[in-house]
């Protein structure tokens, strides 16, 4: 029998894990999970190391090593997840391989405490690209206003990018047209576009987080009855985004000389409210060229019972337009929230990375 993920996968969609650590590639569970789940790449945030980093004893001797050393923190606490990287990345080179680029992909982030500086973000990324070493790397820079320049600039060099954090469709676009100028740039030095790749990381589940809890407070009939529905509507005109910008001349003439698509990847696609089914943001954003980076609980409740009947996305811009419409309407505003969760995001990966260098600074001492 066809399993859920596999028909996603026949849907087109590229399953992510999002999650990494070093238990997960001694113990054989990732190779298991590309072949039983159709798993075909890895993300990893500064949140997943964070846990990774506290939870396991598989980083003690690397740790003391370091300690040895006299490593600070920091680089420390970089060395351990390069490696998991690098390793990552050497358990999926044969998907690399067969997918011409486009997955076995494994993506390491820039520190976020670097999200407002573009010259640092710039330097770190073409310093982890250095040290990891392995093409099917993708660097993560954060689509800030000040991660635009450098997601552009890494791109010239030839650096893979996956940009996250993008909440709004107005910044998604600002990332489309960075990718673009960078191939540009490219293109202009002599760089082979036909190994530059990227993935746009739209997030989902916190729109409705956000927008749900303003909602419960209006407390309406009408407003109650739209919850739930504002992260996929957003992301369904993410997608028209992708689709008009991937029309243009404009990018007919970067395909023309070998460049690939941008492709939209769903992340923060696990449920946060327990109320809606567990696969939402997964079975409503299916559509052919898109990545959806799961977490574990996401990836097995897709494998268990999902329902997968293919492109859920085509035909639906002008529904999520009427939802988009029906919040401002009630005062939900739609900038308001985008911005918001930005902020937010920023701060979050902020303090997972404190509390990762707080952990690897404890596993030194000891």
């Not at 600070?72 to 011409?100: H, K, L, W």
């Not at 799961?294 to 939802?323: V, W």
């Amino acid at each position: 029998m066809t399993t859920p993920t596999q028909k996603l996968s026949d849907a087109g969609v590229s399953i992510w894990l999002d999650d990494l650590s070093r238990e997960r590639l001694t113990s054989g569970n990732l190779q298991e999970l590309i072949d039983t789940k159709n798993v075909v790449g890895v993300t990893t945030n500064p949140s997943i190391f964070a846990s990774a980093l506290s939870n396991g004893a598989a980083y003690a001797e690397q740790m003391k090593q370091l300690a040895a050393a006299g490593e600070t923190p920091e680089n420390a606490g970089f060395a351990a997840m390069i490696d998991d990287v690098r390793d990552a990345c050497d358990v999926f080179a044969p998907i690399y391989s067969a997918s011409q680029g486009f997955d076995g992909r494994v993506s390491i982030e820039v520190s976020p405490l670097l999200a407002r500086n573009a010259e640092e973000t710039l330097a770190q990324a073409k310093e982890l690209y250095s040290i990891v070493d392995r093409e099917n790397v993708m660097i993560k820079i954060p689509a800030t206003l000040e991660g635009l320049k450098p997601i552009a600039q890494a791109l010239a060099e030839g650096i893979s990018v996956n940009v996250t954090l993008i909440f709004s469709l107005e910044r998604y676009r600002a990332v489309i047209n960075a990718y673009m100028l960078g191939l540009e740039e490219a293109l202009a030095k002599g760089k082979d576009l036909s190994k530059i790749h990227s993935v746009a990381s739209f997030f989902v589940s916190r729109v409705d987080a956000e927008i749900d809890s303003r909602l419960d407070a209006i407390g309406t009939e009408e407003a109650l009855a739209l919850k739930g529905k504002a992260g996929v509507a957003n992301a369904r005109l993410a997608f028209e985004v992708y689709e008009q910008a991937f029309e243009s001349e404009r990018w007919a003439r970067l395909e023309a000389a070998g460049a690939n698509r941008q492709r939209p990847l769903w992340a923060s696609t696990g449920v946060k409210n327990p109320a809606y089914p567990d696969t939402l943001y997964v079975t409503e954003i299916a559509a052919p060229g898109t990545v959806n980076t799961m977490p574990e609980a996401t990836l097995n409740a897709t494998f268990d019972h999902a329902e997968i009947t293919g492109d859920a996305i085509k035909g639906t811009y002008e529904e999520s337009n009427e939802i988009l419409n029906a919040l401002e309407a009630l005062g939900v505003s739609y900038n308001d929230v985008v911005e918001k969760l930005e902020a937010e995001g920023v701060e979050k990966f902020e303090v997972s990375w404190r509390e990762l260098l707080a952990t690897v600074e404890g596993a030194l001492k000891n």
